[in-house]
DNA sequence: GAGGATGTATAGTTAATCACTATTGCTAAC
DNA sequence: GTTAGCAATAGTGATTAACTATACATCCTC
């Protein structure tokens, strides 16, 4: 029993005429003749009083008739659901966002995204990369917001932008009156780090090596999140480093605070998409690219692909 | 896109390995492969991911295979619908009676089908033999009982009983004391018959040929019944004849009609059951055939096949 | 980083199926 | 009896679907 056979069969439901049902199918009358009788046998049922005035229907007939009908139909429907499947911005898409980059990209990210895709709603989490990744490998996510480096097998990364780092500082400050702030003299400053997990604190840290080692002033905040910092170094609790997009005032930003730039060469991150390499919708991951370098992110430099 | 296709693609999104799907579906691992790759060009969407980790299905997958699920499942029911249809004993029988038998034959004949076939429930249509021919045809009968001669292109017969004509008179008619009636006596007696179209007028009108060009006393009582007959006849409006069945008191009958046979050879009338020669449920026709036999009609006398 | 293990895709071949044309067979109507 | 209409069958060719064998890709291990 094939969905041809059904169709058949219909047609001659229809027509009740062996040469019009072939006709309609475009088939010849021997091919209709021989599929349905193939379908009775398969059925060991009669479908069709067969005379030289008219083919009549069986009642069991009608009833296998009724259904086919409804096979039919369901099947047109996968038909209808792969045109709908088709474009690659049409359906959610799930993206995974570390927590340093989220807070400052989203906003801006969703309602590009809306306005250049408007039937690809965003399902979003924010976590640590090892999770993200782990979930884009699951399958759980289809395309997270990372910084490099991040190699993992089946996956595939695209540089998006890369973001300098800055000093952050309670205004007022003694460094104030530097334009630029050399990393080593962190070694010794009061740094508020975010907790273990948090790619952007080994960043950090591989700033100034010599902390690591030092057990100086540092404190570790843990489960804190980068805009916790901030308004501990408002608050005069101490200095901190951030990315750029994090720091950098926005006009009417915070007078609470002081930011500096680094020494050249400015130590930065690099930020990427990365994707499994079988996903499908690469139109999709296109149009978040576009939204993230659309987005008004301070201090971002775009990497040309 | 073929029902195998969708069998083969719900094993795969159950599965998620090409191997082990195959394994279920009782195919070679390419095979599944290339079924699953034609279905994905075919419908030009990407239903899974394939990795060397694992095989992970796609959105647009997965709404699909919900689909092609919907559409195996119709699919079966179809299976089931003929397997439900395969016995002939099962499904509405529409049947067809003469309305000189209808009366006599269906009280004994409907309880002996339902306790043959409990699961063929009988609709029954009573009419003159033309018009239960035209429906047979049609389709809007399936069997029918009438009394032979009947000849029609693509509709056999089959004989079912012999049935004797009786003459029936009032309690004390003159002709009480004779055993048996010759049929020429008929010619002058005030014969009450039926209406044109009841196929039974035409038969008693052969019996004593005479009667028809003689215009005598006969009197056709358009519209009517054997059975509005018999209570004419028992008030002493005339007398008339019957076919067995229908005149022979039973058991308490009533004793204000005399019933005598007619002289030998005595007239009759055989009575068949008639279906078109493609109708497939002989076993009904066989069904029926038995209960006719089986139920206690005065006088009959089976016709051996 | 080379080699092995796992798993999917491709190549090449064979068998089955499907659809065609031509023809037969059947029924009913003229 | 003949003819017309229609479905069934025969026979053939093309397409499809299945197989086995093998290539290819990826990841993991040593």
Known sequence: MTLTDLRYLVALARERHFGHAAERC???QPTLSVAIKKLEDELAVTLFERSAADVKIT???ARIVAQAEKVLLEAGQIKELATAGRDPLSGPLKLGVIYTIGPYLLPHLI?????????????????????LAESLKRGDLDVIVVALPFEEPGIVTQAVYDEPFRVLMPAGHAWE?????????LADAPLLLLGAGNCFRDQVLEVCPLCRGGEGLQRTLEGSSLETIRHMVATGAGITVLPSSAADPLPGGNSLLTVRPFDAPEPFRRIALAWRVTYPRSGA?????????????????????
Do not use: F, K, W
């Open 285 to 305: 991951i296109d149009v978040i690219r576009a939204a993230i370098l659309g987005s008004p992110l301070q201090g971002v430099r775009p990497v040309s692909r």
């Open 26 to 28: 475009n088939v010849s």
């Open 111 to 131: 309602p590009r995204v809306h306005a250049a895709a408007p039937s690809m709603p965003l399902l979003i989490q924010e976590n640590y990369t090892a999770r």
């Open 177 to 185: 009156d530097d334009d630029t702030i050399p990393a080593a003299r």
């Open 59 to 61: 009642d069991i007939g």
